[in-house]
Each structure stands twice: as C-alpha cells, then as structure tokens.
Nanobody, 117 residues
Framework: QVQLVESGGGLVQPGGSLGLSCTISGSIFGGTTMGWYRQASGKQRELVAAVTSAGRTSYADSVKGRFTISRDNAKNAVYLQMNSLKPEDTAVYYC???????????WGQGTQVTVSS
C-alpha cells in the first residue's frame, strides 16, 4: 500500500544542478528517517543523504557542500538538491523511508542521474 515515487533525474553537464523529489503515498506511522541512496554501474549502493523526522541531516563525505536534503512532512515528500555535479555522481538514485520503531524500509523505483559533457 505504501509507494514511493521519484522524479527529477536526467542528463546534466558537469557543474550543473538537478533537484530530485520523492512523494510517499499511503500511511506511514511513527518516526521516520528519509534518505537518498545511489548505485553506480558496477558499484554497491551507498547512502547519499538522510534526514530524520526532527530534521537532523547527514551526508556522505563525497557530497558534503554540494547536495542538500530536505523533507516536507505535510506533503509526505523528501527532496535532494544537487549542485556542482560531477561525472562521478552518475548513478541511479533511490528514495528510502525507514520506520525506525519497527525497522521497516520502503524504496522507490529509482531515477537515473547522468553527469556528462
């Protein structure tokens, strides 16, 4: 019943910007952590950024200072603003929501981000 829908991916030149959005349908109760993961070709999935219900944020070292995560609890949405993009940011980006009390996670379908000249 819970579904996560991502949007905003695409092709961008190095140094450019993209904004990703994830909207959650269905009911999710309790405290949640929302995050963005990415998986590049031939590599393992990695956490890019996360934000708690209280608004605490964390970032991978590789994106600090360039990416910003935010959430809108009223809209059941989480966003990732990506600036100063580099070719190594190329990956499929996945939205994730975790119900911390019960350890249940939900995943989006993924959206492709390609940074290339």
């Amino acid at each position: 019943q819970v579904q996560l829908v991502e949007s905003g991916g695409g092709l961008v030149q190095p140094g450019g910007s993209l904004g990703l959005s994830c909207t959650i349908s269905g009911s999710i109760f309790g405290g949640t952590t929302m995050g963005w993961y990415r998986q590049a070709s031939g590599k393992q999935r990695e956490l890019v950024a996360a934000v708690t219900s209280a608004g605490r944020t964390s970032y991978a070292d590789s994106v600090k200072g360039r990416f910003t995560i935010s959430r809108d609890n009223a809209k059941n949405a989480v966003y990732l603003q990506m600036n100063s993009l580099k070719p190594e940011d190329t990956a499929v980006y996945y939205c994730n929501v975790e119900r911390r009390a019960v350890g249940i996670s939900y995943w989006g379908q993924g959206t492709q981000v390609t940074v290339s000249s």
